[in-house]
Each structure stands twice: as structure tokens, then as C-alpha cells.
């Protein structure tokens, strides 16, 4: 039916005179998809029909999406280009124009500075009779080490003195709190007494001081909702 259909175009002056008059996007292809004059339309069966407007619907289509591939190709080499500058802005470590270059090199001179506030808190739990352990009479301690590796230990005071701090510091309950639990709130608050106190002193003044229940109680008044911030 194709090769009735090519040979009826080919040879009707009619049709050929409509196909010069206007410019169709696929009339050098094999099959002339954008146009069929009614004459030839309405001789094509329902089937025929049909398939020459799946044929015709499928070539529109193929068309759009091959623009689409064209626009999104030519992103794709906008966008590489600009990677491609990002990452040279970017640039080496060791270099010291590029980005990481002047991150790396005001690092350095920050060393000393941020130094000060790099320790590491514990807090562990003693027993004043080590062969038994009564959880009554167990006791919280907090060691603070420097950078240096220079450390302090604190004695803080057994359960009940530390949820009596906790609660007159936030204000609420803490008569569940297990020791697992009491323990990490200890760790929070003295991790930020101390970057606080470093702030505000050194570390030798640190380690000269003590830092007893009362005095953390006193500095958290004082700096009230904004202890946190450190």
C-alpha cells in the first residue's frame, strides 16, 4: 500500500505543484509525513488512517524530543564549562592563589588560636569502697584535658547533687535521669563552661582554678540563656 501511495505522489502534477508551493521539514525523507492531500486521505482505508496518523503523531513527537536533546546538550556543555571554572577557582591546596590555597594559609595562622579551644571532657564514676560497689555512694568525676595534653579532674558530687545542679541550672526535673543520662548532661554543660572560661581567661588560669558545682552554678546564672551559645 506504501509503494501505491510513493508512486500516486510522485506522479500526480497536482500534488507536486502543493508539495513546491510549501516547505515541509520532512519532504526529502522517504516518507512524506507532514502532508497528504485529501484526494489520496480520503481513498486510505480506517486502518490506513490510523496508522498514517500514529506515523505522523510519532514524527512530531521524535522531533520535539530530538530539539530537547539539542537544548539540554547544550546545557550540559554551559554547565560543564562552568564546573570546570568553579573547580579552577577552587584550585590546589598548594597553591596559593586558588581558594584552598587562602583557606589553608589563614588556617595556619589560626592554629594557635583555635588550639585553645580543642579538649576533650570525661566523666567517670568512683566508688569510695572498691571491692563493693554501691551505687548510693558512687561519685561523679570530670577530667578536662588541653590540647597539650594537660589535664584537670573535678569532683562533682554524687547523684543527687547532680540532678539538684541540673535542675537549678534549666529548671525542670531530672529526678528519672539514670546515670547514663546524667552523665551526658554533665559533658554538655562543661563543655561549654569550659570553652567559655578559656574565652574569657587561658588555660593556665584554668588549671589554677577549681571549678566546683557552686562556681558553675554562679556562671550559669550569670550568662543565663546564653551558656548554650558556646
Not at 54 to 77: A, G, N, V
Not at 102 to 127: C, H, P, Q, T
Request: contains cysteine; proline residues 1%.
Amino acid at each position: 500500500m506504501w509503494c501505491k501511495l510513493i508512486f500516486v505522489i510522485c506522479i500526480t502534477p497536482q500534488i507536486f505543484i502543493l508539495s513546491r508551493l510549501l516547505k515541509y521539514r520532512a519532504e526529502t525523507e522517504n516518507f512524506f509525513k507532514d502532508y497528504l492531500p485529501d484526494e489520496i486521505f480520503i481513498k486510505l482505508g480506517s486502518a490506513e488512517r490510523i496508522l498514517f496518523r500514529k506515523f505522523r503523531e510519532s514524527h512530531k513527537i521524535i522531533e520535539s524530543k530530538e530539539k530537547e536533546i539539542l537544548i539540554l546538550q547544550d546545557q550540559i556543555k554551559k554547565h560543564t564549562k562552568r564546573v570546570k571554572k568553579l573547580k579552577t577557582q577552587i584550585g590546589n591546596p598548594q597553591t596559593d592563589s586558588s581558594l584552598k590555597g587562602k583557606m589553608i594559609a589563614a588556617k595556619n595562622k589560626l592554629l594557635e588560636v583555635s588550639n585553645d579551644y580543642k579538649f576533650n571532657l570525661s566523666v567517670g564514676i568512683r566508688y569510695h569502697n572498691y571491692k563493693i560497689k554501691d551505687e548510693k555512694n558512687s561519685k561523679f568525676y570530670l577530667r578536662v584535658t588541653a590540647y597539650n595534653k594537660k589535664f584537670k579532674n573535678i569532683y562533682i558530687g554524687g547523684d543527687n547533687k547532680v540532678k539538684a545542679l541540673l535542675k537549678e541550672i534549666h529548671h525542670s526535673s531530672f529526678d528519672e535521669f539514670n546515670k547514663t543520662q546524667l552523665r551526658s548532661e554533665l559533658l554538655l554543660l562543661y563543655t561549654v563552661y569550659t570553652r567559655n572560661f578559656i574565652w574569657n581567661n587561658s588555660w593556665e588560669v584554668f588549671f589554677e582554678s577549681k571549678h566546683s558545682v557552686e562556681t558553675l552554678k554562679k556562671w550559669a546564672k550569670d550568662l543565663g540563656n546564653d551558656i548554650y551559645r558556646w
